[in-house]
């Protein structure tokens, strides 16, 4: 049987990242090889616990969760 996921894409997930957390930083600083830019730590990180919560809740897929980014 396949499974249906309520995210499918990165934009969806991306979206609701930010309605679930409108209080986390956006603003972005340079990473840290001074090429290009990052999110802040408290960012990152709630992104990425809420990623693997959402996958093994199987709101979204272990494919989406593993090459999703923020």
Known sequence: MK???RITTQA????EFWQTFPDLPRQRIRDYSGTGTMYRTDTRVA???????????DEISAELADRATL
Do not use: E, H, P
């Not at 969806?12 to 979206?15: A, D």
């Open 3 to 5: 499974t249906t996921y």
């Open 12 to 15: 969806q997930l991306r979206r």
């Open 47 to 57: 992104w990425c616990n809420w990623l693997d919560a959402l996958s093994k809740g």
